[in-house]
């Protein structure tokens, strides 16, 4: 039976690459009926907090990559945080240091820091001297007595080469003599990376290993201490990393490149995760939409490229749109709340409020590449001026020669004109043309801005009748929609007209 992990270090947020990492664990679990390990490494005190691991169980939940077993979920092979497994590496390294496998090591952090200095200047590789290798362990043991600060080190054996084949990768040498010895504990007692994740690949009987490139140099120390122990080696599958449009390491220069960032810019998880799923992978046919219900189904290793994938943010965004267009209206009132909240236009909307918003969101997330665009096109209903519109000198000059179509739909509206769906409002339109001959543009123009305060936004047909609902619903936790009879008469108003009163609006010549 497949089981893989995921194993983040609560330092930070979750990068996006790290959330594809996760994505393809998930994928090959699923696909396989397999088991997805939860783990945090948490051995970086000074820079792991529980808030931070938090917000990555979260971002994985909202992205769909449900775990079956660790951190939250419980299982047989726990604990699954490493701080909690601090006595798991200690026994099995003295297991190590007892069969000459390991041994202590004094060098201080300066010496150390000079020895690479001097490789790297020499043109050497920059591993360990082996200056403690031969450090008899009695005389080990009676230093640290004495209060000698050690570091415990695993002694790798010289001129011989390991061999793995990587499931992306193909077959991949390694030679023991540029590798030195890695430290297994460090000198405050606090596991190496790659001591501890054998331990814990292992115990928890990981048997496909899938993370990032950058760990192919970490194989070859891992893969002698599974021998060392004389455990069996898991499979093991280096995905490429996720580069910016630079083709530089994606990093805050390139924008967004956490999820939680993403999350609060209004992209959805399935547009997230199906774009993730992309980058270094393909489903074949040029296909580029995927139901994530789809995904592990189609999902395999050894289809994974070895290329390092660009993050294209419009790429990401053409997905979202897409995913934007199917969502169903109400989760699409509920995903844009908390952007319309920032606005100060909704607290608490009333059921009878959301099912407005139900209607008027479709219409607008057409348009957007993310939900966090949605109140800049809903400004036309929460945040009517006509004051602030007829400062641009530009729509002002265009109203000053549009007056008489103005002040005719102000009447018009004021005398009670109905116009609660699209062929109404043509019909109104429709009759402000017969009163003052002006068509085209010049007529629907001016009728825009003065119903909502803007040059330009959603089509007119649909936009006006969405106010004239929104205005007719009272208290509803939200701030009132200005109704189109005030403001049209408003902007006549601020235009500097005489007032128009309520109606009743003179018949057609």
């Given at each position: 039976m497949v089981r893989v992990r995921f194993a983040p270090s609560p330092t930070g947020q979750l990068h996006v690459g790290n959330a594809r990492t996760a994505l393809f664990n998930w994928l090959l679990a699923r696909g396989s009926g397999g088991t997805l390990v939860l783990r945090i490494e948490d051995t970086?005190?000074?820079?792991?907090t529980h808030e931070s691991e938090q917000a990555?169980?979260?971002?994985?939940?909202?992205?769909?990559?449900?775990?079956d077993e660790g951190v939250g979920k419980g299982g047989d092979h726990g604990p699954y945080r490493q701080s909690e497994r601090l006595h798991i590496y200690r026994a099995h390294v003295v297991e190590l240091m007892s069969r000459g496998l390991a041994y202590r090591c004094f060098c201080p952090p300066e010496q150390l820091e000079m020895d690479r200095y001097n490789a790297l200047r020499e043109r050497r590789p920059p591993k360990y001297v082996g200056r403690c290798r031969d450090i008899a362990p009695d005389e080990a043991r009676r230093r640290v007595e004495q209060g000698e600060a050690a570091a415990i080190r695993f002694r790798i054996p010289g001129s011989r080469e390991v061999v793995f084949t990587d499931l992306v990768r193909g077959e991949v040498r390694f030679d023991t003599d540029v590798l030195g010895d890695p430290v297994l504990v460090r000198s405050d007692g606090v596991p190496a990376y790659n001591y501890a994740v054998v331990i814990d690949d292992a115990l928890m009987e990981?048997?496909?290993?899938?993370?990032?490139?950058?760990?192919?140099?970490?194989?070859?120390?891992?893969?002698?201490?599974?021998?060392?122990?004389?455990?069996?080696?898991?499979?093991?599958?280096?995905?490429?990393?996720?580069?910016?449009?630079?083709?530089?390491?994606?990093?805050?220069?390139?924008?967004?490149?956490s999820v939680a960032?993403?999350?609060?810019?209004?992209?959805?998880?399935?547009?997230?995760?199906?774009?993730?799923?992309?980058?270094?992978?393909?489903?074949?046919a040029d296909q580029e939409l995927v139901a994530i219900d789809e995904l592990p189904g189609r999902f395999?290793?050894?289809?994974?490229?070895?290329?390092?994938?660009?993050?294209?943010?419009?790429?990401?965004?053409?997905?979202?749109?897409?995913?934007?267009?199917?969502?169903?209206?109400?989760?699409?009132?509920?995903?844009?709340?908390?952007?319309?909240?920032?606005?100060?236009?909704?607290?608490?909307?009333?059921?009878?409020?959301?099912?407005?918003?139900?209607?008027?969101?479709?219409?607008?997330?057409?348009?957007?590449?993310?939900?966090?665009?949605?109140?800049?096109?809903?400004?036309?209903?929460?945040?009517?001026?006509?004051?602030?519109?007829?400062?641009?000198?530009?729509?002002?000059?265009?109203?000053?020669?549009?007056r008489p179509v103005i002040a005719t739909l102000a009447e018009m509206l004021g005398a009670g004109a109905s116009v609660r769906d699209r062929d109404a409002f043509r019909a109104v339109v429709g009759q402000v043309r017969e009163r003052t001959g002006v068509k085209g543009k010049g007529l629907l123009h001016p009728i825009?801005?003065?119903?909502?305060?803007?040059?330009?936004?959603?089509?007119?047909?649909?936009?006006?009748p969405t106010i004239a609902r929104g205005a007719a619903i009272g208290e509803s936790g939200a701030t009132a929609i200005i109704s189109l009879a005030d403001r049209a008469r408003a902007f006549h108003q601020a235009l500097g007209d005489a007032a128009v009163t309520d109606g009743p609006y003179p018949p057609a010549e």
């Amino acid at each position: 039976m497949v089981r893989v992990r995921f194993a983040p270090s609560p330092t930070g947020q979750l990068h996006v690459g790290n959330a594809r990492t996760a994505l393809f664990n998930w994928l090959l679990a699923r696909g396989s009926g397999g088991t997805l390990v939860l783990r945090i490494e948490d051995t970086d005190v000074a820079r792991s907090t529980h808030e931070s691991e938090q917000a990555i169980l979260e971002d994985l939940e909202w992205m769909g990559l449900t775990w079956d077993e660790g951190v939250g979920k419980g299982g047989d092979h726990g604990p699954y945080r490493q701080s909690e497994r601090l006595h798991i590496y200690r026994a099995h390294v003295v297991e190590l240091m007892s069969r000459g496998l390991a041994y202590r090591c004094f060098c201080p952090p300066e010496q150390l820091e000079m020895d690479r200095y001097n490789a790297l200047r020499e043109r050497r590789p920059p591993k360990y001297v082996g200056r403690c290798r031969d450090i008899a362990p009695d005389e080990a043991r009676r230093r640290v007595e004495q209060g000698e600060a050690a570091a415990i080190r695993f002694r790798i054996p010289g001129s011989r080469e390991v061999v793995f084949t990587d499931l992306v990768r193909g077959e991949v040498r390694f030679d023991t003599d540029v590798l030195g010895d890695p430290v297994l504990v460090r000198s405050d007692g606090v596991p190496a990376y790659n001591y501890a994740v054998v331990i814990d690949d292992a115990l928890m009987e990981i048997t496909h290993v899938v993370r990032g490139e950058d760990h192919i140099s970490n194989t070859p120390r891992q893969i002698l201490l599974y021998e060392a122990f004389g455990w069996m080696t898991p499979a093991f599958a280096h995905v490429s990393m996720v580069l910016g449009p630079d083709h530089g390491l994606l990093s805050k220069r390139h924008g967004a490149t956490s999820v939680a960032e993403f999350r609060a810019r209004g992209y959805l998880p399935e547009a997230l995760t199906n774009y993730l799923a992309l980058i270094g992978w393909s489903p074949g046919a040029d296909q580029e939409l995927v139901a994530i219900d789809e995904l592990p189904g189609r999902f395999r290793l050894e289809d994974v490229g070895h290329s390092a994938g660009v993050f294209d943010l419009e790429k990401l965004a053409w997905v979202n749109r897409h995913y934007l267009k199917i969502a169903a209206p109400d989760r699409l009132v509920q995903l844009s709340l908390p952007h319309l909240r920032r606005e100060g236009w909704v607290s608490e909307p009333t059921d009878e409020m959301r099912a407005f918003l139900a209607t008027a969101l479709p219409l607008v997330t057409a348009s957007v590449d993310r939900l966090d665009q949605v109140p800049a096109r809903l400004r036309f209903l929460f945040d009517y001026s006509a004051e602030r519109a007829l400062a641009d000198p530009a729509i002002r000059a265009e109203a000053e020669v549009a007056r008489p179509v103005i002040a005719t739909l102000a009447e018009m509206l004021g005398a009670g004109a109905s116009v609660r769906d699209r062929d109404a409002f043509r019909a109104v339109v429709g009759q402000v043309r017969e009163r003052t001959g002006v068509k085209g543009k010049g007529l629907l123009h001016p009728i825009r801005l003065a119903l909502m305060g803007e040059p330009e936004g959603l089509e007119l047909d649909l936009a006006v009748p969405t106010i004239a609902r929104g205005a007719a619903i009272g208290e509803s936790g939200a701030t009132a929609i200005i109704s189109l009879a005030d403001r049209a008469r408003a902007f006549h108003q601020a235009l500097g007209d005489a007032a128009v009163t309520d109606g009743p609006y003179p018949p057609a010549e």
